[in-house]
Each structure stands twice: as structure tokens, then as C-alpha cells.
């Protein structure tokens, strides 16, 4: 499902360059949950960003279900992650006026025919959220909004989902429901890429891989 | 979900930079609206005050008419009897009538029973020269005073006779001969004292001697003739002359009566007089009226499009404000797939949305503020011919459309954003 190929990014700003992955490769197929364990800053934001067709690499390849999302123009690139990536952000990044079900529909405004309110109501169920469905992200606790932020990675059945530190803030609980979810999603044929630097993630994780200062150990 | 409901939601959301949108439109609007009602209010007031203008000046008019009817028939008519043979035209070229007719006639007109005639005035007038003094052309008249009716009681006379041997002159006679009253003079080998001397007239009166008739009459040799009956004062039932002249031919069938010029001329004065000053003052009044305009409308000429452009700069700050404002969440929405048609539209959706609103609540406020800033007076007729749905239709049109125009380049900014950056400097 996800090839990554010698892939590196460096990064020129006004305080110099800095490479924040080098050479790095690996593959996630169809019903794999692999895990990229690394310290803050040792690139795995760049890493996810980098596969989900968001930033241009500098050097390497992605491919992701047989597409290098980076030869199409940006408006098949959008469409391409709407269809095929699922994306679950470290900072969440919920529409602060919408309402937690109307968060989970983002996805779908980029299929104008989609009637995903069905779909957006079971996973909100699924991820224990029935009773806040109405509530916008500021009336949430950090659980709740991951745990939205999830629902919405997976509305629209993604083939790979990208997990960005999906259990960093959250309590045991909390942690528990959103990985036994990620597992759920693997058996179910999907692929899982998640980063954290968190250690609970690695026992839900078919793979987990090290990364520090850009390079995979 | 729909992108016009994510519009909507985020409209709420922002309620008061929403507000701040829409009050700028309801400003450039409402402004726009004002001033063109209170303009239509100015036409329509205009229209009213000359319509009132016109109409009291046709009132006044027929007034002054009636009085100057009333007047005329106080004075009567002033009528010339004249001998049935007199040539109009020799009567008119000549000043005077060249025929005759027997002074017997006006003692026949004094004995009926004419009611219409007041005052008779028989004389005998023709041009002479006078031998005594160089032969110079005068007009000689002899009259007889008035002739009383004999079946009326007498009235107070209002011309007098010339005694015998008596003469009046006119002013050029009398100041080129240096004589006064009291001097005696020689007139076709006849003695005159100098009864009366005029004063300056400007018509042929100033070379005019009047004699007694009976005098006249020999000097010129035409005993016994007149050749006109001056009748003053004329009255009769609806001042119409044809009867007098019907009365008169019933009692002298050899003669002619024409009407002297005097009370038509005076009438038709005074009637033109009136109507240019109405006329006057109804153009002053116009001319007021529309410097008036002039002045709104060249107040409005450089106010209006100034706010309406202060308003677009107030709309594109907004909208550019907006834009900073939802960074992370174009990022987002991108990364989860809206293409930037999508993200554009969203945000002049927004910009349409808040065209309609402002146009809608502008339209009503600058209408009732140009009411009631406007001159007519609020009720519904004026309302109604006011309001204009051409306007209406316009502004509702054009102010979404200049509203997403203001928005356009902060719209297409954030459409062009890359995710990525966007979502990294948050
Ligand atoms: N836009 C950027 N410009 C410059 N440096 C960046 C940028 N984004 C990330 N970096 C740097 O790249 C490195 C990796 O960052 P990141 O991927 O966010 O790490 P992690 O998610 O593991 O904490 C860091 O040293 C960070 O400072
Ligand atoms: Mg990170």
C-alpha cells in the first residue's frame, strides 16, 4: 500500500538548513499497523506529512497505492488524499465552529454527491462520542477531540491512514480506545502508519520502527 | 453538510466580523438608497410645489380677470358713433371721420329709451390750417358738452362745454404761441379767449383746439353737422357690445358704432401683466428648485462613491482579516481533500451572503432614512411612488456581486495556501 523510497527532506530557513529525514525507506502493506517510535524532533511530523502527499520531499519517492501523489497537479493530489489517506493530525486541527458531527463530515464536502452522515454517526458511535455530537471542539476534553479527529481520519474508508502522536495527551483510556480502533482498522485491510513517541502505542503496532535525528535505526 | 451550511456555521460563528461585513454593505447601500430617495423625494416634492404654484397662479389669474371685468364695467364701454359712409380706414388714417351726419341724430339718440348709453358727447372735428398763424396744421373739434337724456334724471356731467368765443388748446399750440389763459387770439378771422391750456398729452391732443360746436361749425362751414358721437360709459346686461350697437341702429340706422380700443387694450394689458409675473415667479421657483438638486446631487456625486469605496476597502479588510484568521482550517480543509475551487467558494460565499443581507437591511434603512430626511411627507402614497423596484433590483444585484469582488484577492489567497505550511506554522 505505502512505498517509501531513500526519501529526504531538508529544510532551508533563515537559521540555516536543516535535514530532517535522510534517506529514509520503508512499507506499509494492506492490513499492517507499523508504528515510528523517535524523540520530539527527530522528524516523524515530516515523515507523515511527507507520505500523505502534503510536503514535496527533496529527495526520494512515495508511492501510495501504486501513485506518487507529487506527479499529479494539486487538485488530484486533494482529491487523491480525500479518497485514499486518512489523516489523524498531532494538534487535531477541528473546525472550531463546527460541531463534532459536522467535524467528521469535513471529508466528505470534498465528494459533493456523498451522503456520509450514516458513516459519520457509527464511527462517532464507535469512538463513544453519541452523547457529544452536538458539541463544537471547545466544549471538548483533549480525548474527545482526538477521539473526533480519528473519526474524521476515517470517514471516508481510506487504503492508509496516518496517525500523527494519536495517544500523546491522553490517559490510558482514552489511549486504549483510540488504538484497539487503529488495530480494528488494520484487520480490516487498512494500513496503519502512526508516529509517537509514546511507548503504549508499540504493543497495539504489527511493527515499530526507530527514528532519530531524520534516519531510521 | 453542505459548503453553504460550513459557510453559514462560520458566519454564526464570527458574528461580529460578520456584522461588521454586513454593516459596511448596509452603509454603501443604505447611503446609495438615501440619497437617490431623497433626490426622488426632492423631483416628486418639486413637481408638487409647481402643480400648487401653477394651479394658485391660474386661481389668482382668473381673479385679476374678474376684477379687471368688474373694473370695466364699472367704467363701461367707450363707443364712437360714427356716419354709416365713413370709411373705416380714411377714420383711422386721418384720426378723425371725414364724413358727416346731422347733429339732429344726437338729439334722437338723447330722446329714446336707450338704457346702455350714459353719456352723449356730439362733435365736429377736422384738420385745418390756421392763416392767423403761418398757416399751421391743427385739429380743430367743436363740441357742445354732453347732451342730457331727456327721459332720465340728469346726470353729473363729466365733459364740459366750450363757451362762445372761448378756445382750449392743447399743449404744442399754446407753449409754441406763448399764450396763457386770459389772451386773445385770432382763428379763421374769428376772436378767441384762451379758456383752458392742457397740459402735455403726447397724442394729437397737443395740437388741438377745441371751440364751441355751434362756432366750429360755421368756421368750417357745416352747419348743422357733426361728425361723431363720442358715447362714455356704455353698460348693458353681460357687457356685450353687440347689443349697444343693436339699441343704437334701432334709434340711427345711418350710422356705424365701433368699440374705442382703450378698455380692450386695458384689459388684455393687465391680463398679459399678471400672467408674466405668475410666469416670473413660477420660473423662480423652478430655478430654485433645481439648483436645489444640483446641490444634493453634487454633494452625492463625490460622497457616495467615496462610501461605497470606503466600504469595498472595509469589506476586502475584513475578508483579508478572515483569511489570516482561518489559516488552520483552510490548511485542514485542504489536507482533507477540498480542492481550491472549494476553498474559494467558501469564502465568496461568504462574501455573497453577506451582500444579500447588507443590500436587503440597506435598501429598508436608507429608504426610510431618505423618507424621512426627504421633503414629501411619510404616508403610503409617497412610499409607494418612491420606492423604486428598478433600484431595489440593482442594488440586490450589484452589492454581493461588489462584495465578492472586495473579497476576491483575499479569497484567492487562501486557496492558493499550501496545506503544509499553513498546518506547520500553526
Ligand atoms: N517548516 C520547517 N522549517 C524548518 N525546519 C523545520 C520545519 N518543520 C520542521 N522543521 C524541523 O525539522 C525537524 C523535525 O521536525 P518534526 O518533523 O516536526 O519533528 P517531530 O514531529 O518528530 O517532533 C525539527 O528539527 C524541526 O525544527
Ligand atoms: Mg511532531
Same mark, same amino acid.
Given at each position: 500500500m505505502l512505498f517509501i523510497k531513500n526519501l529526504s527532506k531538508v529544510f532551508k530557513g533563515p537559521k540555516g538548513i536543516v535535514q530532517a529525514l535522510e534517506s529514509v525507506s520503508l512499507s506499509v502493506k494492506a492490513s499492517e499497523f507499523v508504528a515510528v517510535q523517535g524523540p520530539s524532533g527527530s522528524g516523524k511530523t515530516t515523515l507523515l506529512l511527507s507520505v500523505g502527499g502534503l510536503l514535496v520531499p527533496s529527495d526520494g519517492e512515495v508511492t501510495v497505492d501504486n501513485q506518487n501523489p507529487y506527479l499529479m497537479s494539486p487538485d488530484n493530489r486533494a482529491h487523491f488524499r480525500a479518497s485514499t489517506i486518512g489523516f489523524a493530525f498531532q494538534q487535531f486541527y477541528l473546525v472550531p465552529y463546527l460541531s463534532v458531527l459536522d467535524n467528521v463530515l469535513v471529508p466528505s464536502l470534498a465528494f459533493p454527491q456523498s451522503i456520509a452522515i450514516d458513516r459519520a454517526k457509527e464511527l462517532i458511535n464507535r469512538f463513544n462520542l453519541t452523547d457529544r455530537i452536538g458539541h463544537v471542539p471547545g466544549e471538548l476534553s483533549t480525548g474527545e477531540r482526538q477521539r473526533t479527529a480519528m473519526a474524521r481520519a476515517l470517514l471516508n474508508n481510506p487504503k492508509l491512514l496516518l496517525a500523527d502522536e494519536p495517544v500523546g495527551n491522553l490517559d490510558n483510556e482514552n489511549a486504549n480506545i483510540v488504538l484497539s480502533v487503529l488495530e480494528e482498522f488494520a484487520s480490516s485491510s487498512g494500513a496503519v502508519l502512526m508516529v509517537t513517541h509514546d511507548n503504549r502505542a508499540a504493543k497495539y503496532a504489527h511493527k515499530t520502527l526507530q527514528l532519530k535525528n531524520g534516519k531510521l535505526l | 453538510?453542505?459548503?453553504?451550511?460550513?459557510?453559514?456555521?462560520?458566519?454564526?460563528?464570527?458574528?461580529?466580523?460578520?456584522?461588521?461585513?454586513?454593516?459596511?454593505?448596509?452603509?454603501?447601500?443604505?447611503?446609495?438608497?438615501?440619497?437617490?430617495?431623497?433626490?426622488?423625494?426632492?423631483?416628486?416634492?418639486?413637481?408638487?410645489?409647481?402643480?400648487?404654484?401653477?394651479?394658485?397662479?391660474?386661481?389668482?389669474?382668473?381673479?385679476?380677470?374678474?376684477?379687471?371685468?368688474?373694473?370695466?364695467?364699472?367704467?363701461?364701454?367707450?363707443?364712437?358713433?360714427?356716419?354709416?359712409?365713413?370709411?373705416?380706414?380714411?377714420?383711422?388714417?386721418?384720426?378723425?371721420?371725414?364724413?358727416?351726419?346731422?347733429?339732429?341724430?344726437?338729439?334722437?339718440?338723447?330722446?329714446?329709451?336707450?338704457?346702455?348709453?350714459?353719456?352723449?358727447?356730439?362733435?365736429?372735428?377736422?384738420?385745418?390750417?390756421?392763416?392767423?398763424?403761418?398757416?399751421?396744421?391743427i385739429i380743430l373739434i367743436g363740441t357742445r358738452g354732453e347732451v342730457p337724456f331727456t327721459k332720465r334724471d340728469p346726470m353729473e356731467p363729466i365733459l364740459v362745454a366750450v363757451p362762445p368765443e372761448n378756445i382750449v388748446l392743447?399743449?404744442?399750440?399754446?407753449?409754441?404761441?406763448?399764450?396763457?389763459?386770459?389772451?386773445?387770439?385770432?382763428?379763421?378771422?374769428?376772436?378767441?379767449?384762451?379758456?383752458?391750456?392742457?397740459?402735455?398729452?403726447?397724442?394729437?391732443?397737443?395740437?388741438?383746439?377745441?371751440?364751441?360746436?355751434?362756432?366750429?361749425?360755421?368756421?368750417?362751414?357745416?352747419?348743422?353737422?357733426?361728425?361723431a358721437i363720442l358715447a362714455l360709459k356704455c353698460h348693458c346686461l353681460g357687457n356685450e357690445i353687440e347689443n349697444v350697437r343693436k339699441d343704437i341702429k334701432n334709434v340711427l340706422p345711418n350710422t356705424q358704432v365701433i368699440e374705442l380700443a382703450s378698455r380692450v387694450i386695458t384689459r388684455a394689458e393687465a391680463r398679459d401683466r399678471a400672467k408674466e409675473t405668475a410666469e416670473f415667479v413660477l420660473v423662480s421657483e423652478k430655478n430654485y428648485r433645481i439648483k436645489l438638486r444640483n446641490e444634493i446631487e453634487e454633494f452625492a456625486a463625490w460622497f457616495v462613491p467615496l462610501?461605497?469605496?470606503?466600504?469595498?476597502?472595509?469589506?476586502?479588510?475584513?475578508?483579508?482579516?478572515?483569511?489570516?484568521?482561518?489559516?488552520?482550517?483552510?490548511?485542514?480543509?485542504?489536507?482533507? $481533500? %477540498?480542492? !481550491?475551487?472549494?476553498?474559494? /467558494?467558501? #469564502?465568496?460565499?461568504?462574501?455573497? =451572503?453577506?451582500?444579500? +443581507?447588507?443590500? *436587503?437591511?440597506?435598501?429598508?434603512?436608507?429608504?426610510?432614512? $431618505? %423618507?424621512? !430626511?426627504?421633503?414629501?411627507? /411619510?404616508? #403610503?402614497?409617497?412610499?409607494?411612488? =418612491?420606492?423604486?423596484? +428598478?433600484?431595489? *433590483?440593482?442594488?440586490?444585484?450589484?452589492?454581493?456581486?461588489?462584495?465578492g469582488v472586495a473579497s476576491w484577492i483575499p479569497a484567492l489567497i487562501a486557496a492558493k495556501q499550501d496545506p503544509a505550511d499553513i498546518l506547520r506554522n500553526e
Open positions: - | 453538510m453542505t459548503l453553504w451550511q460550513l459557510v453559514i456555521k462560520e458566519s454564526r460563528y464570527q458574528r461580529l466580523s460578520f456584522c461588521l461585513g454586513i454593516l459596511a454593505v448596509i452603509v454603501a447601500v443604505g447611503v446609495l438608497v438615501a440619497v437617490l430617495t431623497i433626490l426622488r423625494s426632492h423631483d416628486l416634492q418639486t413637481q408638487k410645489i409647481l402643480a400648487l404654484k401653477e394651479e394658485e397662479m391660474e386661481k389668482e389669474m382668473s381673479i385679476m380677470e374678474d376684477d379687471y371685468r368688474k373694473i370695466m364695467k364699472i367704467l363701461g364701454f367707450n363707443l364712437l358713433i360714427l356716419p354709416e359712409g365713413q370709411q373705416l380706414s380714411d377714420f383711422y388714417a386721418e384720426g378723425y371721420a371725414t364724413k358727416d351726419m346731422p347733429e339732429e341724430y344726437v338729439e334722437r339718440l338723447s330722446a329714446s329709451n336707450i338704457m346702455t348709453i350714459r353719456h352723449l358727447l356730439p362733435s365736429i372735428e377736422q384738420k385745418i390750417r390756421w392763416p392767423e398763424q403761418r398757416m399751421r396744421t392743447g399743449y404744442e399750440l399754446w407753449k409754441s404761441l406763448n399764450l396763457k389763459v386770459g389772451d386773445k387770439i385770432k382763428l379763421l378771422g374769428k376772436d378767441f379767449k384762451v379758456s383752458e391750456c392742457h397740459p402735455q398729452r403726447g397724442s394729437k391732443d397737443d395740437i388741438t383746439a377745441w371751440i364751441d360746436l355751434k362756432q366750429a361749425q360755421e368756421l368750417v362751414g357745416k352747419q348743422g353737422k357733426i361728425n462610501i461605497i469605496l470606503g466600504c469595498i476597502v472595509w469589506i476586502g479588510f475584513l475578508a483579508f482579516n478572515n483569511v489570516r484568521e482561518r489559516k488552520a482550517e483552510i490548511g485542514i480543509l485542504s489536507a482533507l $481533500g %477540498l480542492r !481550491s475551487k472549494q476553498i474559494l /467558494f467558501v #469564502f465568496l460565499a461568504k462574501a455573497v =451572503l453577506l451582500g444579500i +443581507f447588507g443590500a *436587503l437591511i440597506g435598501c429598508i434603512a436608507g429608504f426610510i432614512v $431618505g %423618507l424621512a !430626511s426627504g421633503e414629501t411627507v /411619510f404616508n #403610503f402614497e409617497t412610499v409607494r411612488t =418612491l420606492f423604486n423596484p +428598478f433600484l431595489f *433590483l440593482v442594488v440586490m444585484l450589484t452589492a454581493p456581486i461588489l462584495a
